[in-house]
């Protein structure tokens, strides 16, 4: 009966041919066996004992092709590529003038109003030269508090960095150059730096413990 008008076999022809020769080879391996032909010819010609091994052969290679299906190989997969990401460096913002108000910490107000060199002592030895700093600081909180100075540093065109010397500040403005702030009372304060000999007169008034405050500050030699 032919499949042309129920439908079609959804198979290769090359698939067809071997199921085809597997059936007619299994058909007429099974009738010498079943009429005793194998078997008398196996007993009396060696000739049909190896037809009949490599009849037996192809067979097997035959159920084997069919058997198997083919394993699709999946594409390996591609490589991830990984991109550097950069931590961009933080734009310092731009420093304020000398004179001008500038916020300062937790709710302080400072104004650096001089920078010049500062005298000599006799008591402290610099490692370059002195040059100190008069600002004015006032307390914006309801109670009596202490300015951390520690933290200032003068940054050189440079980029250098010099610490205040709290040292030479103590003895060239007495131990008690600063005892810390009343509420809403501006306080009058100088600052004493060490800094290089070479160290030209411009620098930025910085602080390690507040990003934001920067301060240009320049100079000044009095006659």
Wanted: hydrophobic share 40%; glycine share 10%; proline share 9%.
């Amino acid at each position: 009966m032919g499949m042309g008008e129920r439908g079609t076999f959804n198979i290769s022809g090359r698939a067809l041919a071997l199921v085809l020769a597997i059936a007619i080879l299994t058909g007429f391996a099974a009738g010498r066996i079943g009429t005793g032909e194998g078997v008398h010819a196996a007993a009396t010609d060696p000739g049909a004992t190896a037809t009949r091994s490599a009849e037996l052969e192809e067979l097997n290679r035959l159920r084997t092709q069919v058997a198997q299906t083919p394993a699709c190989t999946p594409p390996a997969a591609p490589a991830a590529t990984g991109v550097p990401s950069s931590t961009p460096t933080p734009t310092p913002v731009p420093p304020a003038a000398m004179g001008q108000e500038v916020a300062y910490g937790d709710r302080w107000t400072v104004v650096v109003n001089t920078l010049a060199p500062a005298p000599p002592s006799s008591k402290y030895t610099p490692a370059g030269k002195l040059v100190q700093l008069g600002v004015t600081v006032t307390n914006n909180a309801a109670e009596h508090r202490l300015l951390g100075f520690d933290s200032w540093i003068l940054v050189d065109e440079q980029g250098r960095i010099f610490q205040m010397a709290p040292e030479a500040t103590t003895q060239l403005h007495g131990p008690d150059w600063y005892l810390g702030s009343e509420p809403s009372l501006p306080d009058d304060l100088t600052i004493v730096f060490d800094v290089t000999l070479d160290a030209g007169p411009a620098f930025v008034l910085e602080s390690t413990s507040d990003p934001l405050f920067r301060v240009a500050v320049q100079m000044q030699v009095f006659g």
